[in-house]
Structures are given as C-alpha cells and as structure tokens.
C-alpha cells in the first residue's frame, strides 16, 4: 500500500547571523496508513524540524514530501498537531477550544458538539465543557488540547513532545488515553519525544535521529500488539528495545 | 478585589493626611493664598457648587470625547497594523515620532485653527491619550507566541483569522487597562488646552483663580478632578473585570 507520507531526500537549512545552519539533511521516511511511529533522538537532532516539514510548517529546502500521493509544499488539511504546552485559549471554555480548528476550517461548528462530547467523555473530561482552562490541572489542559488535535478527524496526528511537561503519573494516563482514541479511532500518529520508553510503548517503529546534521540513523519495528499495557515496562523484551534504542543513540 | 479592610485602612489614612495638614495651617498660621486648609477648601466647594459643576462638567464633557476618539482610533490602527507588517513598518516610526512631539505646544496652534471652543480641548485630550492606548493593545496584537502560532497555522488559520480568534481577544486586557492611563492622559489634555485657550472648564478656572490669588478655588478644582478621574477609573475597572474576566483569573 502506498504511504500515508512519503519523505525523500529532505533538507531543512535555517538561514541565522552566523550563515546557514542545516538542521536536518537527507532524511527519507515513509508513514503508513493506521500507524504510530516514534521518533527519537537528542536535543538539536532535527526531530522537531522534521515534524514541522511534515506538518507543512517548515518548507525543506531540498528534497520533497508527498502526502497521500499529492505533493504539497506546505499547510497539509487534515492534521492534528498536539505540542508540549497545552496553548489554550483562555478566553473561550473548554469546549469552545475543542471546536476551534472546525471554526478555523469553516465548518458548521455546532453540528461538531456532540462529537467534542463524546470526546470529552472518552478523554475524562466530562463535565468540564464550561469550564475555562485555567480551571484545569497542566494534565487536564493537555487533555484538552488532545480533544483540539483529534475533533476534525485528522488523517494524520502530530505529536511534538506532548507529555514532557506533565508529571510521571499523570503522564502514563495520558499514554494509555493517547494509545486507547489512537486504536478508537485508527489513527496514523508521529510521536516526536526524547523518551524512549514512552516511544517504545507507544509505537509500531521508532526512528532514531542523530544529530549535526540530523538524519535518521535507524528504524526499529516494535512487534507488540497495541493495545498494551502499562506493565509491558517491566518485562524484558520491552526493556531489551529500550536498550537497544539507547545505544543507537549514541553517546 | 480591595477587601473592606484595606479601604477601610485607604480612609483612615487619607482622614489622617487631612487632619494633619489642617492643623500644621492652624498652627503655623500659613496664609491661605500659599496654602488652604482643608476645611476651606471645602467651604469653597460648597459656595461655588453650581459654577464648579458647570465648568466640571465642560471638562469631563472634552475628556471623555477626546478619550472616546483615542480609544476608536487606537483600537482601529492597531487591528491594521497588526494585520499588515509592511504598513506596520511604514507608520509606526512616523508615530513614535509625533509621540515625541510635546502635545501641550500643540495647543496654541490648535485654538489658532480652530478658535476657543470645545474643539480644540477634545483634540488636544485625543492627541495626549491617543499613543497611551495604541501601544500596549499594538504590541498584545503582534506578540503572539510562536508555538500558538505554529499551532493555528497547522490547524489551517488564515491571517484574518489569527487576527480575529486570537490577536484581538488577545489584547482586549491590555486595552482596557491602558484606557485608565488614556483616560487621565485626555483629562490632562483637555485641562491644559482650556488653560492656554479657552473661557471655560476646570482649567480656566485654575488659571484664572490664582492669577486673583484665590487658591482655595484652586485647591478645590484640583480636589474635584482627581475624584472624578479616581471614580470613572473604578468604573473603568468593574467593566475590566468584567469583559476580560479570563485576565484576572488569579483574583476570582
């Protein structure tokens, strides 16, 4: 089947004071349809870049991106994208947060509500759809955003270090929450962290990045039947791939 | 919210101020030319009531329309050049530049083109409140975060649309709030253009009360005016709290 995503050849290069920096280059990558893919790597490597060209915030200066057969240079429709800060807006309610990108698309919005409910109430935020953000906990606010990032249906979900900001605890919840709409839903995510235990856990394939400039080093397909549990952690096998990814990493 | 206590505190200290100050007149038995007692102060409000509130009202009448004017075009020129860099680019150093032109020298000009009436007092308030209030809501509008911004672009948001769902909300707090500068910046303007030229208002009758000697009229016109601004600036503050409700979100 041909990829959701395809990246060949790509070459981001930010032009600052000092002449170019190049922050990732020849980067080939594909996304399938209905799968979650982790990308992994050090502080600087690109990771975020790469999410940036996919999401068609960042042109690559070489090199393309073909999405679902079409080549597009930037402002992909149909992607959800959820950041490491929750960005509300905190002068409109919850619910009327969720429903910002049907608002932004021009959609009918209230014809959206009972589907910002049902994910609400699948997300654990039932009850909270007058409430204004800064009402909420940093973990509900991230739910929040979450609800925001999958309310139009994207066709691909992007996920730039989401749950970097949120307590231990409160960050396996919202591993389980992600893993359980991702399945719902049938999803094609890209999970940009630098933990590679949740990209372990979460994904079908991880990727790892090495840096200066950035390019991908190695892929490592996760075999383990999702939906899994949060005590797949301690066993070892999934510890063995935790390894594994670390030592590809590098020092 | 100022709990009961400290308002409570805020009077006592002001009762305070005011006895002290009586006392040192009394006692010191300064003249009341250089310095009026409180007391006669207010005996002088209360003579001159009805021409106090006649001139009062001329003041607050040029204020609150060169106020009103400051806030619309304010309001207006920050949503176009939020919107558009390259007029941005092009007026605001023009601006900044006039904001260091000092207004106050304006207004000779302005009675000059315009004759002693209400004209030039609400031009002159317009023109000192105008940039107090352009600024802050200016900057609230082009300084959104960059992650926000990356967000709305990824989720398909044109330039309109940032600007109306976020730049705009964005700023209203800072709107409001920079009105309270804005508005004792127009009730400055206005009093100084009534001073250079005019036959009416709070500060004709400033002007014209110590050129007699007649200080307590003075003090009085002073007392009155920092009132009213003080109370219209509390009003300001409820509709505050209550548009931008979200702003204040540490204090409800």
């Known amino acids: 089947m041909e990829p959701l995503v395809k990246i060949r050849n790509v070459e981001v290069r930010y032009d600052n004071r000092n002449g170019g920096l190049v922050a990732i280059s020849g980067v080939d990558l594909d996304i399938r349809q209905g799968e979650v893919v982790g990308i992994v790597g050090k502080s600087g490597c690109g990771k975020t870049t790469l999410l940036k060209v996919i999401a068609g915030l960042v042109r690559p200066t070489r090199g393309e991106v073909i999405y679902n057969g079409t080549h597009n240079g930037g402002g992909f429709r149909g992607i959800g994208m959820l950041f490491q800060s929750p960005l509300l807006l905190p002068w409109r309610t919850v619910l009327k947060n969720i429903l910002l990108p049907i608002e932004l698309r021009g959609e009918d919005v209230d014809s959206y509500v009972p589907r910002a409910l049902e994910l609400m109430e699948r997300i654990g935020l039932k009850g909270f759809e007058n409430s204004y953000p800064w009402e909420l906990s940093g973990g509900m606010q991230q739910r929040v955003a979450l609800c925001r990032a999958l309310i139009h249906r994207p066709s691909l979900l992007l996920l730039d270090e989401p749950f970097s900001a949120l307590d231990a605890i409160t960050r396996e919840d919202m591993w389980m929450l992600l893993q359980e709409v991702i399945s719902y839903e049938n999803y094609t995510a890209v999970l940009v962290t630098h933990d590679i235990r949740e990209a372990v856990l979460l994904s079908d394939r991880v990727v790892v990045m090495g840096g200066r400039p950035g390019r991908v080093k190695a892929e490592v397909t996760i075999p383990f039947r999702r939906p899994r549990d949060l005590g797949l952690q301690y066993g070892r096998e999934y510890n063995d791939y935790v390894a594994k990814i670390r030592s590809l990493l590098g020092d | ?252």
Request: a positive charge.
């Open chain 2, 1 to 252: 919210m100022v709990s009961k206590a400290k308002t409570f505190s805020s009077v006592l200290t002001l009762l305070a101020i005011g006895v002290t100050w009586e006392v040192a007149v009394r006692l010191f038995n300064i003249p009341q030319f250089v310095l009026p007692a409180p007391s006669a102060i207010v005996n002088t409000i209360a003579r001159y009531s009805n021409y106090l509130l006649y001139n009062l009202a001329d003041t607050l009448l040029a204020s609150a329309l060169g106020l009103f004017m400051a806030a619309t075009f304010s309001l207006a020129l920050s949503v176009v050049l939020a919107y558009s860099d390259s007029v941005r680019e092009a007026i605001y150093p023009i601006l900044s530049g006039f904001n260091a032109v000092p207004r106050a020298a304006l207004v000779p000009l302005l009675a000059l083109w315009f004759g002693l009436g209400m004209v030039p007092r609400v031009l002159t308030a317009f023109l000192i409140a105008f940039f107090p209030i352009l600024v802050p809501t200016l900057t609230a509008m082009i300084t959104i975060e960059r992650e926000l911004w990356e967000m709305l672009v990824a989720f398909g948001a044109s330039k309109s649309q940032v600007l109306v769902k976020v730049a705009i909300p964005r700023a209203t707090p800072y709107f409001l709030s920079s009105l309270h500068m804005g508005l004792t910046s127009a009730v400055v303007g206005s009093v100084i253009a009534e001073m250079v030229a005019s036959d009416r208002g709070i500060g004709y009758v400033i002007l014209s009360s110590t050129s007699r000697l007649d200080t307590p009229l003075a003090f009085a016109c002073l007392l009155l005016l920092a009132l009213i601004t003080f109370t219209l600036s509390k009003v300001l503050s409820l509709v505050e709290r209550r548009v931008a409700r979200w702003a204040y979100r540490a204090n409800i």
